[in-house]
């Protein structure tokens, strides 16, 4: 039996640790399965370096390549737009060159930050992208290198991503509400909190449907930062701690972030019949799981 590779680059990450154990549950059901999955983070692969990228790439010969590494420090982007596009623009290219060897599918994790957030109703995936920061910009630079250089490609949007494996809203508000009585939260940005566990599930299915394009993937129903933080803290038990409503002019953070970013999920839906369950159920599961 010839052995089939996922290539996973980005596996130490929040989403990529996750999807690690979904492919293993997934894809290698038995010992005997004839896919490998492997996990590759920025100590075995560098993607700001275009031979060795490449050169790997091509000799671990994947059929799937899926690229979650990123430079994710949305504020950081703004002061280092150079960092921003060498890992998420030029990163993604690198990536692709290396899948055009293999004729590998690339499987490319992008965002709602390319959208500009004036639309009033959820983002379609044809919506004309505007980034407002250099993160968003620098992802949509990735977009563009993967579709035009790799035929088979899947480019997932995601947001407002959250798990047990990285730095993240939820904990970061858990870690507050810890130390203060009083929490400041921006209440005028608009979103769909997303478990990164529920994420990699609909990633594992959309590879199995062989699935090409764009596909926007969030948890179902909507709120802002100040909501999201209300449900955090009552889930958990800490209502005692007061929040405060402010607006993202007074938090003042360099990036500019869109008002309203929900994605319209409907064509994972048309394809293949799934639709991911609403943001407070699945956050608590995560309450729960780490508790
Ligand atoms: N988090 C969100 O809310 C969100 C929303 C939409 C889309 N996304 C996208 O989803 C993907 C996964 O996000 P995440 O939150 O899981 O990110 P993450 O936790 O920051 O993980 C990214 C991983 O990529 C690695 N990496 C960084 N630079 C690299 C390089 N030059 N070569 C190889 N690996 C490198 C990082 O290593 P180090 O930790 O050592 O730097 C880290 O392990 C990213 O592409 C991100 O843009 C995230």
Redesign the pocket.
Known sequence: METRRILV?????????DLIKVLYSTFRTDKHSEWEVLE??????????EKT?VTKIESFHPEILI????????DGCESNEKEAF???AE?MKHVALGAVKCRAKVV??????IFDGKKKEPYLEDDPPNPLNV?GRS?WK?EQYARELVEDVLII???????R?????VTSILGQAREKKVLSIVNDQIGSP?Y?VDLSKVISVLLKYDARGVFHVANNDLCTWYTFGQAILKLSGMERVKIIPISSKELGRPAVRPPYSVLNCQKLRQVTGMMLRPWADALKDFLLSVR
């Not at 590759?40 to 700001?48: E, F, L, M, Q, V």
């Not at 490319?108 to 930050?113: N, R, V």
């Not at 949007?157 to 798990?163: A, M, N």
């Open positions: 680059i980005g596996a130490k990450g929040m989403l990529g640790s590759w983070d920025i100590d075995d692969i560098d993607i700001r370096e990228t690229n979650v590494a990123g430079y994710t420090d949305v060498a890992v998420n990163g490319y994790i992008s965002t709602d930050y993160y992802k990735g949007r995601t947001q407002w991503l959250y798990g494996y990285g730095k993240n809203f997303t990164s």
